[in-house]
Structure formats: structure tokens, C-alpha cells
């Protein structure tokens, strides 16, 4: 991140606050991994010199973390955080609260959108602008639709209308079924997501040979994780473009996608945050990787940390605020599905206090 240098104010400290809620799906959303109607979340607070900064966990069942395991790591981390007298020097605090514990990466992504936050306020300048993005070359959102009953599709497509580009979730169960009820009613290009939900190689293989001619734009996480060499099997002779999401967490994960995958899907709750998120567009363009900028159920605070890093990105799938029915924020929009940075100052959200 790009900023200037600051004066050291000795007496300046920071004080952090957290909170945590549930969010509430509009409808239940249905992957492969199962059903949920609702996700945890924790809202952390930084105050400095008058400014309030925010940044937000979301906890997906998949990567294990909770309310509590979010506390309880975010209770370890006061101490570095409150006796911070320069907050502005990311590198090596996020270091430091990295080596804290293993995992927890939900926990860790809520102080880096804070203290990304801060350091936008601080500066008076979004956040976009301080990593040097071009705030209009943001892609289009994915508007998501996850597995349904060929009535509630329609409804779901009837929702989401105003919106470009499909996110469709796929299992292995009715999958040409789900695509043919789709196509019965719109001709829109569809990213695919099937969440490791294709058994075997062959098995997905076939599927996308199905699909290559139905306005497909890319197939995400066809396989289970750590199926590395049916990943490259599959590399070699698909169609469509394949994207990594649950095979690729962090940083030190990408150099082993290369031969696996066209893409990779980031995602703030995933990789620790904006700060190791933006390490991640430099190395997967530097290894020829295409970027899908993704998101967890989210509210605008989160999705807008994300959005900051978009003008870097092929594709993004930030809707989360969109199928929630309580966001707590409002910050970054979509005109018609295109991602719209303000210039708001920080990860660009109106003002709020956790109180309210
Ligand atoms: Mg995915």
C-alpha cells in the first residue's frame, strides 16, 4: 500500500471493540456443502485520533471458525493492537498477529480491513486510491443463485434481473436440469461454482463438454480440494476456463495451482485480508493466473474492503450484501452489477458506530 510518511505521535493510541451478530439469508442458500439460512459474523471497531475504522469476520463452516474462536483471537491480539503507537506500517503488524495462532483467518481479516480502514481515514484517501488502482476498471458483480426448484430459480432470476452476469451453484444432482431451467429463461452469461461438488474427473469432464456451448464464462472448484492430479487431468483438456477457490487459500498456496487451474478465486476471509490479498494479484499475474475477486456472506463492510482491490480483478463475485436481509453498512454500490467505488476515504463506508 501506498502512503506517506506520518509524524510519530507518541501519546496517539488505539483502542479496539468488537462485536458480534448473525446475518440472515433472504432465502436459504443451498451449495454443496449444505443448507443455511443464516452466518456469523464479528464487526470490529478501531478508534484513533477520533476516527473510527471497521473491518468484519465472516465465518463460512468451512474454514472452522466461530463467533468464539474469533474472540478469543481477537482478545489475543488487544495487546499488540492497543500499544501500537504508528498503526500504519501493515507489514509488519499483520506479521506479528499472523504468528499469533494458525488458521483463524476470518479473525485476521477483520484487523486488516480495520487498520486498512484507518489508514485511509487517516489519510483522507480511498483505499483503491493508496494501492493505486483506476476506481472506474472495476469488473462486473456475479449475481449468485444457489440450488433450487426450477419455480424458485425463476424467482431467483426474476431478482436478480438488474444484474449481468450469473454465479450458478452446482452439486452433481440435477445439474443439467438447473442449467436447462436457467437457460428457459435467460440468455446471460453464468460463471459456474460447484464447490467440489463433481465426484470424479470424468464425471466433470463430461459436464463441462455440456456446457462449453451455453454461454459458460468459467467453472469454479470442480473437483474436491486436494485432488491435485485429477485437477491437472481435468486442466488438460477443459473447454471452459477452471478456477481455484476452496484448493487455494492464501499466498502460499498459488505457485501450486499454475498447472492445475486458469484462475484463482480471493477472498479477504480466506487469505487474511486486503493487504496479503493484493501480494496475491501480483504473484498470480506474474504466474499468467486470471483473478476472481469472491466474497463470503458478507455485509457492505467486508464486501467494500474487497471492492478496493477490484480494478486489479478479471471477475468478482461481491454480492453478499445482496442476499442478506440485515447489512449493518452501507459503502460500495453496483450500477447495474458494475462495481461503483466512492471516494469515500478508508474501504469506503458511511460513517456508523457499533452502537447504533
Ligand atoms: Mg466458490
Known amino acids: 500500500m501506498r502512503f506517506s510518511?506520518?509524524?510519530?505521535?507518541?501519546?496517539?493510541?488505539?483502542?479496539?471493540?468488537?462485536?458480534?451478530?448473525?446475518?440472515?439469508?433472504?432465502?436459504?442458500?443451498?451449495?454443496?456443502?449444505?443448507?443455511?439460512?443464516?452466518?456469523?459474523?464479528?464487526?470490529?471497531?478501531?478508534?484513533?485520533?477520533?476516527?473510527?475504522a471497521y473491518g468484519e469476520a465472516s465465518m463460512p463452516p468451512y474454514l472452522g471458525e466461530s463467533h468464539e474462536t474469533v474472540i478469543a483471537f481477537l482478545k489475543k491480539t488487544i495487546g499488540i493492537i492497543e500499544n501500537l503507537k504508528y498503526p500504519f506500517d501493515l507489514e509488519t503488524i499483520l506479521k506479528e498477529i499472523d504468528a499469533l495462532a494458525p488458521n483463524n483467518t476470518a479473525a485476521k481479516a477483520c484487523i486488516d480491513i480495520a487498520l486498512n480502514d484507518?489508514?485511509?481515514?487517516?489519510?483522507?484517501?480511498?483505499?483503491?486510491?493508496?494501492?493505486?488502482?483506476?476506481?472506474?476498471e472495476t469488473p462486473y458483480t456475479t449475481y449468485t443463485l444457489g440450488?433450487?426448484?426450477?419455480?424458485?430459480?425463476?424467482?431467483?432470476?426474476?431478482?436478480?434481473s438488474g444484474y449481468s452476469i450469473?454465479?450458478?451453484?452446482?452439486?452433481?444432482?440435477?445439474?443439467?436440469?438447473?442449467?436447462?431451467?436457467?437457460?428457459?429463461?435467460?440468455?446471460?452469461?453464468?460463471?459456474?461454482?460447484?464447490?467440489?461438488?463433481?465426484?470424479?474427473?470424468?464425471?466433470?469432464?463430461?459436464?463441462?463438454?455440456?456446457?462449453?456451448?451455453?454461454?459458460?464464462?468459467?467453472?469454479?472448484?470442480?473437483?474436491p480440494k486436494n485432488n491435485w492430479d485429477d485437477a491437472h487431468w481435468l486442466f488438460?483438456?477443459?473447454s471452459l476456463p477452471l478456477y481455484a477457490d476452496e484448493s487455494i487459500q492464501r499466498l502460499s498456496d498459488i505457485d501450486k495451482v499454475k498447472d492445475c487451474f486458469d484462475g484463482i478465486n480471493i477472498k479477504l476471509m480466506k487469505c487474511t485480508g486486503m493487504h496479503e490479498a493484493f501480494k496475491m494479484i501480483e504473484r498470480a499475474r506474474e504466474l499468467k493466473l486470471k483473478i476472481l475477486m469472491?466474497?463470503?456472506?458478507?455485509?457492505?463492510?467486508?464486501?467494500?474492503?474487497?471492492?478496493?482491490?477490484t480494478p486489479f480483478t478479471d471477475?468478482?463475485?461481491?454480492?453478499?450484501?445482496?442476499?442478506?436481509r440485515n447489512d449493518l453498512f452501507t459503502g460500495i454500490t453496483f450500477e447495474k452489477g458494475k462495481i461503483t467505488l466512492n471516494d469515500l476515504p478508508g474501504i469506503g463506508l458511511f460513517q456508523k458506530t457499533l452502537e447504533e
Open 315 to 324: 471477475y468478482a463475485d461481491l454480492d453478499g450484501p445482496l442476499l442478506i
Open 5 to 52: 510518511n506520518y509524524i510519530r505521535k507518541k501519546t496517539a493510541r488505539l483502542k479496539l471493540s468488537y462485536k458480534p451478530y448473525t446475518l440472515y439469508f433472504k432465502r436459504p442458500f443451498k451449495i454443496a456443502h449444505g443448507t443455511r439460512s443464516s452466518t456469523p459474523i464479528v464487526i470490529v471497531q478501531l478508534e484513533y485520533e477520533g476516527l473510527l
Open 166 to 223: 450469473f454465479k450458478v451453484k452446482l452439486n452433481g444432482e440435477k445439474d443439467k436440469e438447473c442449467i436447462n431451467t436457467i437457460r428457459s429463461i435467460t440468455d446471460k452469461p453464468i460463471a459456474i461454482d460447484v464447490n467440489q461438488g463433481w465426484k470424479n474427473k470424468e464425471e466433470a469432464l463430461e459436464m463441462i463438454n455440456w456446457l462449453k456451448d451455453k454461454n459458460v464464462l468459467l467453472i469454479e472448484q470442480a473437483l
Open 118 to 136: 484507518l489508514i485511509g481515514k487517516y489519510e483522507n484517501k480511498p483505499c483503491w486510491q493508496l494501492y493505486g488502482a483506476k476506481k472506474t
Open 147 to 160: 440450488i433450487d426448484e426450477p419455480e424458485i430459480m425463476k424467482q431467483k432470476i426474476d431478482e436478480g
Open 236 to 238: 488438460e483438456r477443459s
Open 294 to 309: 469472491g466474497c463470503m456472506s458478507e455485509t457492505s463492510c467486508a464486501i467494500s474492503a474487497a471492492a478496493q482491490l
